[in-house]
């Protein structure tokens, strides 16, 4: 998948260690899905550490059911400091009576082996809901974990996170803050686990760059809401969410305190990480064969094209129509005409386009009569792009979202063990 | 399907011919997809006519882009008066520019045909949205239409709405009113075409019960939304929904004009119709091969418990599993828990039933240890019963909807042609 450009930010190589002094490390320690007789065949359990204490921010899901390990992150993150993330997959720790006490047992596991504060400590887990937590396997594996940390240790973290990801997903940029070049990376997992899933996406960012916890979380709150809160694959939203932000300010920039130029710089370089890594995300959900981008403008507020652009790509006959490559524009104008916004259906006007060139679909409310040919040529490639126009404002918005299919069924109708 | 029995009513057989003086017929007129080289296989055109004047009452999707065949409908229903529905599958006239002229004609050929006016025409369309109406085949089988018409036809016009339909789905009853026996049927179509769909109801019901105009459409608009409102095969609100009543008064009970005890039995009476064949559209959903009701009690109001219980049959995780035949409770979990709804999740206990058995599945915001033999057994119904309780308050609500399989996506990934 190409990544999409953005301004004043150039593409590196590598994830979660491409900033300065970031380690990471995966491993298999043998987590296991109840009544499954073998083990994930892959690294079930991550570390990343940073050499300094870093300003630290993260944004949950607004489930209310929430997994063990982000209600310890919440509290571990009171004070905007962490210096390490331990995280497995297979076992979400979500749903059961003894979740916290096995956060808390992961945290200090990873704490002692470092030799720092448990509260340092940035705990997730992403896996199976309503099992309990075997600690043993990570006891048991944690002093190879720390051992093996290394300055490249990226793809073996990413392993460990993935479920029925198929893709790796981490990205890299570099960008000017302060005179000095700073580097943030990041690795997301999503949508799934290898048996069945809640869509759970974890996303872990670190950067070299220096600002202040405060501006760390704004930036973050920010930029998640034009992300990957504008992505979905399934429309559930997980009990085990969560997006965090590391920074150890090993750049020497002079540390970012308001929300001036700086702080911009700092916010364009996080909206390019998330951004292209929501696009991955969806593009890489459950069974899809296709990215969708909606992008809906002329809205009378940002809200309102928000939700017009999330109702479309929600969509599950929309999404069916992507995968059969049937453009059919009335399944458009009907996901447009249920979204909860307030605008007039008669000045709607929607447009597709791919690589493969562009069609109008409808004109003021209208389906247009449009070459099928074409409509089918466009809707063969990989990524596909719905434009739609309200004509009634400035607001405009983009949401991520991929095809339903056959797979996605497959993938979550098969039995967990 | 078994019928779910309701107190004071008797199921009897037929649909809207049941109530004493109503016609129907339905024929093949040859509407066609536009690039189809044939036309449909079915009867397409459908006539429903009371002997008499009635009285009558609809209501319509909430979708703001809406068939022309509704806008038509809504002006002919102001007066609360109809004596015939038309209604035509294959094509749903909707998001065409000359949608409102072509409805009015239908209208105009039926009236013409029937020697009434055309204002008291409930006109209907299904199909494939954004294509022009051809109006040839229509005008051109009316005479034959009309003068099929028997106080028998219901099964022909009934096949005449059907579009992916595989059931077919119509209910009468009979109950006591003001001393008299009265008769009520209806039917329904959905969830689909027989191309790509909108998930498109609609339902037609007739009696010979006598009430007031004000009062069949609020009899209608209250049941409505614990019936039809209730029910969810993918979350689309299509633009061509529509419940009507006629009401003919011919089994001389004396008219219902105010909200007596004489209003409950006629609002009885078409609970047990609408929520019955909620129940058989949510079974005939496209693809499905399972009916699942959620139950929730214990909720503080029964809002609440509405929307926990609409988000669960909605959620396509939860609807993949139960294709699956995987008793995934943490789905369940998360599904309560993302619901735009006030509660604690850690009150919140889930059990699953169906003819096979019951089984605990959460207490207090945790799954439970259970017997994966029984759940398998529970889950092999082909109707599953999900009961949630919040254990907060009084509220309670039941919603209806079906797995999702690989054919929903066959079904609405096909081309259109």
Same mark, same amino acid.
């Given at each position: 998948?190409?990544?999409?450009?953005?301004? &004043?930010?150039?593409?590196?190589?590598?994830?979660?260690?491409?900033?300065?002094?970031? +380690?990471?490390?995966?491993?298999?320690?043998?987590?296991?899905?109840?009544?499954?007789?073998?083990?994930?065949?892959?690294?079930?359990?991550?570390?990343?550490?940073?050499?300094?204490?870093?300003?630290?921010?993260?944004?949950?899901?607004?489930?209310?059911?929430?997994?063990?390990?982000?209600?310890?992150?919440?509290?571990?993150?009171?004070?905007?400091?962490? +210096?390490?993330?331990?995280?497995?997959?297979? &076992?979400?720790? @979500?749903?059961?009576?003894?979740?916290?006490?096995?956060? &808390?047992?992961?945290?200090?596991?990873?704490?002692?082996?470092?030799?720092?504060?448990? /509260?340092?400590?940035?705990?997730?887990?992403?896996?199976?809901?309503?099992?309990?937590?075997?600690?043993?396997?990570?006891? &048991?594996?944690?002093?190879?974990?720390?051992?093996?940390?290394?300055?490249?240790?990226?793809?073996?973290?990413?392993?460990?996170?993935?479920?029925?990801?198929?893709?790796?997903?981490?990205?890299?940029?570099?960008?000017?803050?302060?005179?000095?070049?700073?580097?943030?990376?990041?690795?997301?997992?999503?949508?799934?686990?290898?048996?069945?899933?809640?869509?759970?996406?974890?996303?872990?960012?670190?950067?070299?760059?220096?600002?202040?916890? /405060?501006?760390?979380?704004?930036?973050?709150?920010?930029?998640?809401?034009? @992300?990957?809160?504008?992505?979905?694959?399934?429309?559930?939203?997980?009990?085990?969410?969560?997006?965090?932000?590391?920074?150890?300010?090993?750049?020497?920039?002079?540390?970012?305190?308001?929300?001036?130029?700086?702080?911009?710089?700092?916010?364009?370089?996080?909206?390019?990480?998330?951004?292209?890594?929501?696009?991955?995300?969806?593009?890489?959900?459950?069974?899809?064969?296709?990215?969708?981008?909606?992008?809906?403008?002329?809205?009378?507020?940002?809200?309102?094209?928000?939700?017009?652009?999330?109702?479309?790509?929600?969509?599950?006959?929309?999404?069916?129509?992507?995968?059969?490559?049937?453009?059919?524009?009335?399944?458009?104008?009907?996901?447009?005409?249920?979204?909860?916004? /307030?605008?007039?259906?008669?000045?709607?006007?929607?447009?597709?386009?791919?690589?493969?060139?562009?069609?109008?679909?409808?004109?003021?409310?209208?389906? @247009?009569?449009?070459?099928?040919?074409?409509?089918?040529?466009?809707?063969?490639?990989?990524?596909?792009?719905?434009?739609?126009?309200?004509?009634?404002?400035?607001?405009?918005?983009?949401?991520?979202?991929?095809?339903?299919?056959?797979?996605?069924?497959?993938?979550?109708?098969?039995?967990?063990?």
């Amino acid at each position: 998948m190409e990544l999409k450009p953005v301004k &004043n930010v150039t593409f590196v190589e590598g994830g979660v260690c491409a900033a300065k002094g970031f +380690r990471a490390n995966g491993i298999q320690c043998g987590l296991a899905h109840a009544g499954a007789t073998v083990t994930a065949k892959k690294n079930d359990l991550a570390l990343i550490v940073a050499d300094t204490e870093c300003t630290a921010a993260a944004v949950y899901t607004t489930n209310k059911v929430k997994g063990a390990p982000i209600l310890v992150t919440k509290e571990h993150l009171k004070n905007g400091k962490a +210096r390490a993330v331990i995280v497995n997959s297979v &076992n979400a720790n @979500t749903c059961n009576a003894d979740g916290v006490e096995k956060a &808390n047992m992961m945290c200090e596991l990873a704490a002692k082996e470092l030799g720092i504060d448990p /509260e340092d400590v940035i705990v997730a887990s992403t896996g199976v809901i309503g099992q309990v937590l075997p600690i043993e396997p990570i006891a &048991n594996g944690m002093k190879s974990l720390a051992e093996g940390l290394t300055y490249d240790g990226n793809p073996r973290a990413l392993e460990a996170i993935m479920t029925t990801d198929t893709r790796k997903k981490e990205i890299a940029v570099q960008f000017e803050m302060g005179g000095k070049t700073c580097t943030m990376g990041g690795m997301l997992k999503g949508s799934g686990m290898i048996h069945p899933n809640m869509a759970t996406t974890l996303t872990f960012i670190t950067t070299d760059a220096a600002i202040s916890e /405060e501006l760390v979380q704004r930036a973050l709150s920010d930029v998640v809401k034009v @992300t990957l809160n504008r992505a979905s694959v399934d429309g559930a939203t997980s009990t085990n969410d969560m997006v965090c932000v590391m920074a150890s300010g090993s750049a020497g920039n002079k540390p970012v305190t308001k929300e001036d130029e700086e702080f911009e710089k700092f916010q364009n370089a996080l909206y390019a990480i998330m951004m292209n890594l929501a696009r991955m995300m969806a593009r890489d959900g459950e069974g899809a064969t296709k990215l969708i981008e909606c992008a809906v403008s002329g809205a009378e507020t940002e809200k309102i094209a928000e939700t017009v652009a999330k109702s479309v790509i929600c969509s599950s006959l929309f999404k069916a129509m992507i995968f059969g490559q049937d453009a059919n524009a009335g399944r458009i104008y009907c996901a447009i005409g249920y979204s909860d916004a /307030e605008f007039d259906i008669s000045n709607v006007d929607i447009d597709m386009s791919s690589k493969s060139g562009s069609i109008a679909l409808g004109r003021k409310g209208c389906v @247009t009569a449009f070459d099928e040919d074409v409509a089918k040529k466009v809707l063969s490639e990989d990524e596909i792009q719905i434009i739609i126009s309200l004509g009634e404002g400035p607001g405009s918005a983009v949401a991520w979202g991929c095809d339903l299919t056959y797979d996605y069924v497959k993938i979550n109708g098969d039995y967990r063990s």
